[in-house]
Structures are given as structure tokens and as C-alpha cells.
């Protein structure tokens, strides 16, 4: 087998890249089968991706695998994701130590059903000292509700006398989000050839590179990857500057 990772440059992974996994509902329906078969054949997809990031080096990857939107679908799709959800959390605990990553999760998981928030957090719990790739699931997670949250927490400070108008900077703004113990993404990745955010990271995302690819996420395998860090890499990220000057940043 041809090494996938063989055209990626070590030294210029993102640090953290964030994922759509879209597509599993149509990838079973074009087989005939229900949607939850496309989610069932999704956990291969995470499992090789966070394999993958592990592999190379890559120290955070969010995945968005339950939006505050999802909970309207029909009870029994939510029902069936929920239960994928603590059999694989179960089903994977070792091998997540094996590899060295540690699990987190952002969202508003007081939401999730009680078996779920239990297998949630003692997984976090039991992977905590590990010190490779950094998971974080999104779950329950919409950015409007973190970004709400963080608000009204900031809105109560200044209430309380706590903090005073000039302190609210963008920087405490990102200490009260879910995600404030990460780095930004500078990778985001969206299967199934949609071309939106669906809510997710809004904030984080404001300098990340996009890529989007038409592969469905049940078939999203390592060399689809490499194929996005490879398209990352090959990008000019200029934050708001000119070429010119961040090519005299270069060869300082
Ligand atoms: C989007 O596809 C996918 C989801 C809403 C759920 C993602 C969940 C998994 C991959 C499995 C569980 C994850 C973990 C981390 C254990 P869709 O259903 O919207 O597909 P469609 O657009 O084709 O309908």
C-alpha cells in the first residue's frame, strides 16, 4: 500500500482542524438501507481520522457529531445516535489510550440523555493523562448557543462589578467559549459537497482555510486526509496582510 501521508509536510500540519462529517444519512439511503447505517459506518470514518491525525502529528481535531439543530430529526434517528454514541464511547476506550488521545467534549452535553453524559464524562475522565491527539466532540453544540452562553456570563460579570467595560476584548470573549482551553482551527473540512458552517464553530473558524470535498463521510478514509492538509498547505494564509509582506515575514 502507497504511504498516504507521503506528499504532507511535517513541518507545516495545522494544529487543529475542525470537521463537518456530513453525508451518512444519503450514503445508507443510496444503498437501500436506513440512515442510521450511514452513522453506523461513520464511526469507521472517525475512527481512521482521529488514527490519522494521531499518526501525523495533528494536536486537536473537533468533530461535529450532534448539532443543537439535530434534535429536531424524528426521535427514533436522535434515539439510535444517542445509543451509537455510549457503545462506541465504551467500545473505543481502549483503544484511545492505546494511541494516546484524550477525549473532550464541547456543547451543551447537560442536554444529552443521562447514560450518554455518564459514558461521556468517564471516558474524558479515563483518557485525561494521555498526551497525544486532543478529540473534542461537538454534541449538542451550536455556536449560537456557546456564544449566548458566553454573554450572558460575561453580561453577569459586568453586572457584579466583576469586570469593567474595556476589559471585554475579543481574547476574554474566546476565554468564555466552550473551546477556550484550544487553539483555533486553521483546517476546517466539510464532506458530502455542502457549502455551509450548520452553526458550528463560528467564532473559531474567522481566519481557518475551508475545504470541501464531495465525499461522503461513511467513505472519508486517511487519503482523503492527506488530500485536504496537502490542499491547506498549498494555500497562502495572509490573516489580512499583503503577499509581499508576509513573504518579507518568511525570510526574516
Ligand atoms: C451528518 O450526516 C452526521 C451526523 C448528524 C451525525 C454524525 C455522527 C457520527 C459520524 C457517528 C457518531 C460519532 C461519534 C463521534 C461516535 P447526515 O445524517 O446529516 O447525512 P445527510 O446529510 O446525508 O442526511
Given at each position: 500500500?502507497?504511504?498516504?501521508?507521503?506528499?504532507?509536510?511535517?513541518?507545516?500540519?495545522?494544529?487543529h482542524?475542525?470537521?463537518?462529517?456530513?453525508?451518512?444519512?444519503?450514503?445508507?439511503?443510496?444503498?437501500?438501507?436506513?440512515?442510521?447505517?450511514?452513522?453506523?459506518?461513520?464511526?469507521?470514518?472517525?475512527?481512521?481520522?482521529?488514527?490519522?491525525?494521531?499518526?501525523?502529528?495533528?494536536?486537536y481535531?473537533?468533530?461535529?457529531?450532534?448539532?443543537?439543530?439535530?434534535?429536531?430529526?424524528?426521535?427514533?434517528?436522535?434515539?439510535?445516535?444517542?445509543?451509537?454514541?455510549?457503545?462506541?464511547?465504551?467500545?473505543?476506550?481502549?483503544?484511545?489510550?492505546?494511541?494516546?488521545?484524550?477525549?473532550?467534549?464541547?456543547?451543551?452535553?447537560?442536554?444529552?440523555?443521562?447514560?450518554?453524559?455518564?459514558?461521556?464524562?468517564?471516558?474524558?475522565?479515563?483518557?485525561?493523562?494521555?498526551?497525544?491527539?486532543n478529540?473534542i466532540?461537538?454534541?449538542?453544540?451550536?455556536?449560537?448557543?456557546?456564544?449566548?452562553?458566553?454573554?450572558?456570563?460575561?453580561?453577569?460579570?459586568?453586572?457584579?462589578?466583576?469586570?469593567?467595560?474595556?476589559?471585554?476584548?475579543?481574547?476574554?470573549?474566546?476565554?468564555?467559549?466552550?473551546t477556550a482551553s484550544f487553539p483555533?482551527?486553521?483546517?476546517?473540512?466539510?464532506?458530502?459537497?455542502?457549502?455551509?458552517?450548520?452553526?458550528?464553530?463560528?467564532?473559531?473558524?474567522?481566519?481557518?482555510?475551508?475545504?470541501?470535498?464531495?465525499?461522503?463521510?461513511?467513505?472519508?478514509?486517511?487519503?482523503?486526509?492527506?488530500?485536504?492538509?496537502?490542499?491547506?498547505?498549498?494555500?497562502?494564509?495572509?490573516?489580512?496582510?499583503?503577499?509581499?509582506?508576509?513573504?518579507?515575514?518568511?525570510?526574516?
Amino acid at each position: 500500500m502507497t504511504d498516504w501521508k507521503k506528499d504532507i509536510d511535517l513541518n507545516k500540519l495545522p494544529k487543529h482542524i475542525a470537521v463537518i462529517m456530513d453525508g451518512n444519512g444519503r450514503w445508507a439511503q443510496q444503498q437501500g438501507h436506513l440512515r442510521i447505517f450511514g452513522h453506523e459506518n461513520g464511526v469507521k470514518s472517525v475512527r481512521e481520522i482521529a488514527e490519522g491525525c494521531a499518526e501525523l502529528g495533528v494536536e486537536y481535531l473537533t468533530l461535529y457529531a450532534f448539532s443543537t439543530e439535530n434534535w429536531n430529526r424524528p426521535k427514533d434517528e436522535v434515539d439510535a445516535l444517542m445509543s451509537l454514541l455510549v457503545t462506541t464511547l465504551k467500545g473505543e476506550l481502549e483503544t484511545l489510550n492505546k494511541n494516546k488521545i484524550r477525549l473532550h467534549a464541547i456543547g451543551n452535553l447537560k442536554s444529552l440523555p443521562e447514560k450518554c453524559h455518564e459514558e461521556l464524562s468517564e471516558t474524558i475522565e479515563k483518557t485525561k493523562t494521555n498526551s497525544g491527539l486532543n478529540l473534542i466532540l461537538a454534541l449538542s453544540y451550536s455556536s449560537y448557543w456557546e456564544i449566548t452562553e458566553a454573554v450572558k456570563k460575561i453580561a453577569t460579570d459586568y453586572k457584579n462589578n466583576t469586570i469593567q467595560l474595556d476589559e471585554i476584548t475579543s481574547d476574554l470573549i474566546s476565554k468564555h467559549l466552550n473551546t477556550a482551553s484550544f487553539p483555533n482551527p486553521e483546517l476546517m473540512i466539510r464532506t458530502s459537497g455542502e457549502h455551509r458552517l450548520s452553526n458550528y464553530l463560528l467564532w473559531q473558524l474567522a481566519y481557518a482555510e475551508f475545504y470541501f470535498t464531495e465525499v461522503l463521510w461513511p467513505d472519508f478514509r486517511k487519503n482523503h486526509l492527506a488530500e485536504a492538509i496537502y490542499d491547506y498547505q498549498n494555500r497562502e494564509r495572509r490573516f489580512g496582510k499583503t503577499s509581499e509582506q508576509i513573504a518579507a515575514e518568511q525570510t526574516q
